[in-house]
């Protein structure tokens, strides 16, 4: 399915874009997800409008100060009301049609025209090279289940970017040094043991965190991998990486510094661009690494 791209201040119908059922027990976790962030309290809880300090540097210093740009994970529209407010022309796309619809409604509110799209990241519901510009905010890749998805979600995301289109995103780090990282390490141990043991255990790849279906949380699937795998699949899709930083960082005015960004405690800012036409034919579009076999080297 098309949809227009988003512009004119009109609204469209909420589509729903079923989950992929194509992929086994990743398509499971996909539906859990779905689940936890359709959970009234959830929706409530992301409820409140405001750009991050971070966010509004970052989109001052690398976006176009007009444009069509798409909100992926877009909640309920955290991002999306403000950046419409802003002047952009803005698409919030979220897998959870409650959040969706929530944000349509803040939105409404606040006078700020916008287009909201039930979808999917893996799969988006747009042509070729329509956004100039890509959010992920707030670690959403991480809750797409497995590193090969979530290559396709970065190849599915330079598709609909326009050449010189821009990307921010955030996540995690394996390695950052904060209070979460005993249990990440636990979880890898947990990880190594099962397969050393060959017992099964839910998770199946570094960095999976998986809660139960008949738990009542927000986040049933979550990967913290290391950004030098985000890194690398960039490069591999084609992407430049522009800037790269932890948030704190960013908010201090820290200079950039992959090392100390990596090891830092808060989320890290990527911001990527799609080359421009000229070198955008020697890139590789389709070019994530099938091969790579996601490896705990990768995240030590
Ligand atoms: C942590 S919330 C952040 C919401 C919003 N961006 C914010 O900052 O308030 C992550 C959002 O990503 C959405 N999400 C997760 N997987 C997705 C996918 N495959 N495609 C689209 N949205 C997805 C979730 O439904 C959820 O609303």
Same mark, same amino acid.
């Given at each position: ?42 929706? @409530? ?10 966010? !509004? ?21 955290? =991002? =999306? *009301? ?7 022309? *803005? ?5 959870? %049609? ?16 916008? /287009?909201? =799209? ?5 799969? #988006? ?8 510009? *890509? ?31 821009? /990307? ?16 990440? #390490?636990?979880?890898?141990? @947990? ?21 139960? %279906? ?37 908010? !201090? ?6 090392? #100390? ?10 911001? %990527? ?9 020697? %890139? ?15 995240? @030590?």
């Amino acid at each position: 399915m098309t949809t227009e791209p988003p512009g004119s201040g009109v609204e469209s119908d909420i589509d729903v874009a079923p989950a992929d059922q194509s992929v086994g027990s990743k398509a499971e976790l996909k539906r859990r997800v779905q689940m936890g962030y359709s959970r009234s309290w959830v929706v @409530r809880k992301y409820s409140s409008i405001g750009l991050w300090p971070s966010e !509004q540097l970052l989109l001052n210093r690398f976006l176009p100060p007009k444009g069509l740009f798409l909100d992926l994970g877009c909640g309920a529209g955290r =991002t =999306t *009301v403000p950046l419409a407010l802003l002047g952009y022309r *803005v698409c919030g796309v979220d897998l959870a %049609a409650p959040m969706c619809r929530r944000g349509r409604i803040l939105a409404r509110r606040a006078g700020a025209p916008s /287009l909201w =799209t039930v979808g999917d990241a893996e799969r #988006l519901p747009f042509d070729d090279g329509v956004f100039n510009g *890509v959010l992920f905010s707030y670690n959403g890749i991480e809750l797409v289940p497995g590193a090969e998805a979530k290559q396709r979600v970065l190849a599915e995301i330079w598709r609909v970017l326009e050449p010189g289109g821009v /990307l921010i995103f955030t996540t995690h780090a394996f390695e950052a040094f904060n209070k979460y990282l005993p249990f990440r #390490l636990r979880q890898f141990g @947990r990880l190594l043991v099962s397969r050393l043991l060959d017992q099964g255990i839910e998770e199946t790849e570094v960095g999976e965190v998986i809660a139960p %279906a008949e738990e009542n949380v927000e986040v049933y699937y979550l990967q913290v991998i290391s950004p030098r795998r985000y890194r690398r699949w960039l490069a591999n899709i084609g992407f430049n990486l522009e800037f790269y930083n932890s948030r704190s960082r960013v908010e !201090q005015g820290r200079r950039p510094n992959r090392f #100390l960004a990596d090891l830092d405690a808060d989320f890290k800012f990527y911001v %990527a661009r799609k080359p421009d036409l000229e070198t955008t034919a020697e %890139a590789n579009p389709h070019g994530f690494d099938q091969s790579e076999a996601p490896s705990p080297e990768d995240d @030590r």
